[in-house]
């Protein structure tokens, strides 16, 4: 006994009820009490009356975030902490929560059945009870479109950043996204290196979304949307082709087919960059890049997410000639490949 006294269940217990924290954060989300919030302080009773929260449990929930560090209290008043005022307040660019919107009303109740979809290798969404696909549910109702492209500029913020910064753009003249979705990327790198012009290859009808926020950022000249289906039509050839959070959706056969096409696109010398959560190639360290795997488990019939070592063989055997693995910010990294 005296040898395993160093040894206690905390661990266990945190990431076992590790859902009642993350529930607790996604409510103040959906409620939008940090955007509430964002307007000056408030004490318990003001906050959940604005909040229109039963008194029995909102005092409980203020001090449940604050002891969670995403709330502050003080003489009484609670008040955002710098992130939460920074990434949780609606309506400012620096805003992250329509990720977790889409995770709260989507993805927690879906994770319920992660047991079932590991013991039949079926998606857990809407399709298991008749619904469309993954982005025909989405695609199908436009506040979910915008909500759903507003997470992905979110998600993909720092990958968007550290490319436009990591990449040499200046060999390169052109770029097409392949399912840019609302822009992140390419407004990123056209805000960073002038030179550049660059278009969007995604579904129509995510077309509007994509132009009001190019428009946004006063990019109109430079960007534009090229409406097509990725696996109908060939890509659109540019100097540099980019897939962010693209490849992980489908199976291996898909996979390859993409990479095959960009190869297709891309003069000699062009270059390829997919970036995603890229599990390192040990499989142990990067946790939110296999978790995301288990995510597209539940979300779509055959994707998964895969280790640079992987995707740069896929590269080879389509033909590029040079492939470079890069670290990008937190889970993120790069595959470069040149032809
Ligand atoms: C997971 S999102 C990734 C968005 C963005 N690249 C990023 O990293 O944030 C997938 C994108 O692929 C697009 N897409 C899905 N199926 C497509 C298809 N068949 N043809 C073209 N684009 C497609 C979606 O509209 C969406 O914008």
């Known amino acids: 006994m005296s040898a395993h ?59 449940s975030l604050v002891a969670l560090g995403m709330l502050e209290r003080e003489d009484g008043l609670y ?16 805003y992250i929560g329509g990720m977790l919107e889409m995770a709260n009303e989507r993805l927690y109740p879906f994770w319920g059945s992660l047991t079932e979809g590991l013991r039949t290798g079926l998606p857990q969404n809407e399709v298991k009870t008749g619904g469309a696909g993954l982005f025909e ?28 910064e990591k990449f040499p753009w200046e060999d390169y003249q052109t770029a097409v996204d392949v ?14 290196h002038p030179h550049l012009t660059a278009a969007n290859f995604d579904l129509p009808v995510v077309g509007p979304v994509f132009e009001d926020y190019v428009a946004s950022h006063g990019l ?19 100097d540099v082709i980019t897939m962010g959070h693209i490849l992980h959706d489908w199976d291996l056969g898909q996979k390859r087919a993409l990479l095959e096409k960009a190869y297709e696109a891309l003069p000699e010398g062009g270059a390829l960059i997919v970036f995603e ?5 040990d499989r142990r360290r990067n946790a939110f890049g296999l978790l995301m795997s288990l995510n597209m488990l539940i979300e779509t019939p055959g994707g998964f997410d895969y280790t640079g070592a992987d995707c740069a063989g896929w590269m080879r055997e389509a033909g590029f000639r040079q492939t470079r693995v890069e670290h ?10 040149i032809k």
């Open 5 to 63: 006294s160093d040894v206690t269940p905390d661990k266990i217990m945190q990431l076992g009820l590790g859902f009642w924290g993350s529930k607790t954060l996604l409510s103040a989300i959906e409620l939008g009490l940090f955007t509430e919030l964002a307007s000056g302080p408030s004490d318990a009773r003001a906050l959940a009356e604005r909040l229109a929260l039963h008194p029995r449990s909102a005092r409980d929930f203020f001090d």
């Open 79 to 94: 008040r955002n902490t710098a992130e939460a005022d920074l990434f949780l307040v609606r309506g400012r660019p620096s």
């Open 137 to 164: 549910s989405i695609y199908g109702d436009p506040a979910r479109l915008r909500l759903f492209l507003g997470a992905m500029t979110g998600l993909s913020m720092g990958a968007s950043k550290a490319i436009a």
């Open 179 to 192: 399912g840019g979705a609302q822009g992140g990327l390419l407004v990123q790198v056209c805000l960073a």
């Open 220 to 238: 109109s000249d430079r960007l534009r949307f090229l409406p097509g289906d990725f696996f109908r039509e060939p890509l659109p050839p540019a």
């Open 277 to 281: 959560a890229l599990i390192d190639d």
């Open 328 to 337: 990008l910010v937190g889970p993120d990294s790069m595959v470069v490949g």
